[in-house]
C-alpha cells in the first residue's frame, strides 16, 4: 500500500490524530497546490476546480 493510502487512511479513522504537514502532504499528493498563506490561514486551490 502506498504511502498516501496509508495516510489517507489514517486520517478516516483519526481525524483529530493527524498532523497539519500530512494533511498538506495529502492535499499534495490529490493535486491540490498552496496559493497563499495569510497568518495561520493556508488556503490551496486545484488546477480545474471552479473555485
Request: charged fraction near 25%; include cysteine.
Amino acid at each position: 500500500m502506498a504511502s498516501r493510502d496509508k495516510l489517507l487512511e489514517r486520517a478516516r479513522n483519526n481525524q483529530t490524530g493527524i498532523r497539519f504537514d500530512e494533511v498538506v502532504r495529502l492535499l499534495w499528493a490529490f493535486g491540490y497546490h498552496e496559493v497563499r498563506v495569510t497568518g495561520s490561514h493556508h488556503h490551496f486551490h486545484r488546477a480545474g476546480s471552479r473555485c
